[in-house]
């Protein structure tokens, strides 16, 4: 089946610091990908949809000078976390909608990041 | 975003059915999914059942959908222990955007 990976799985920063997280699809195309945010006990919050080699599209409230994503690849795409304080503290997403199953959504493993 | 609405609990002994409900607001969805998410971990597509259909049978796994009043259901049968995680239920919008509901805590008593 389709995979999709993210890099790094968990982070640890300081306060102000950029973090930037991969996503990857390993064995399919990715037109479309998605990032969510998850606080704990929560379900997944959209953030950005991201298209290949196109500018995302953020949800309301989602500061895209905060959250930068580029997919410079049909394999890859990458969310960072520019000056990142604790209340960016949460577990992200990405998921990937691929050329060939269109219907189905991949998702990632996710990745932790706590910001001290 | 869409509203997507789930219970939040449901608990059931090993070997019963369980039935997790979902409601949703968007009529113009394509798609409905359910996803599992263990512990941790990032979410498994489970199933999922286009909107002008009704029902979706996959092993242990029953989809019915009431598109006319907005409700999509998932039923496991011979719920087992690893059954136990938390279950989205989830709409795709004309645009490709997935809304997730809350999800819904199994928890699968021995």
């Known amino acids: 089946g389709a995979v999709v990976s993210q890099h790094p799985s968990w982070v640890i920063c300081k306060s102000g610091t950029s973090v930037k997280i991969e996503c990857r699809s390993l064995d399919f195309q990715a037109t479309t990908m998605f990032w969510y945010r998850q606080f704990p006990k929560q379900s997944l919050m959209l953030m950005a949809t991201?298209?290949?080699?196109?500018?995302?599209?953020?949800e309301q409230g989602v500061e895209k000078d905060k959250f930068l994503i580029n997919h410079a690849s049909l394999t890859l795409s990458t969310l960072t976390v520019t000056s990142a304080h604790p209340e960016d503290s949460s577990f992200y997403i990405c998921?990937?909608?691929?050329?060939?199953?269109?219907?189905?959504?991949?998702f990632g493993p996710g990745t932790r990041l706590t910001v001290l | 975003g869409e509203d997507v609405e789930q219970s939040l609990f449901l608990s059931v002994r090993e070997g019963d059915s369980s039935v997790i409900n979902c409601t949703y607001t968007?009529?113009?969805?394509?798609?409905l999914y359910w996803y599992k998410q263990e512990p941790g971990a990032g979410l498994q597509l489970l199933t999922y059942i286009f909107s002008n259909m009704d029902m979706k049978q996959d092993q242990r796994l029953t989809v019915l959908l009431n598109k006319k009043d907005k409700h999509l259901s998932l039923r496991i049968a011979d719920t087992q222990t690893g059954d136990s995680a938390i279950y989205f239920c989830a709409e795709r919008d004309n645009f490709n955007k997935f809304y997730f509901g809350s999800g819904t805590k199994l928890n699968v008593k021995p």
């Open positions: 998921s990937a909608l691929g050329l060939a199953s269109y219907n189905e959504q991949f």
């Open positions: 991201s298209n290949e080699g196109s500018k995302a599209t953020y």
């Open positions: 968007d009529s113009s969805s394509t798609y």
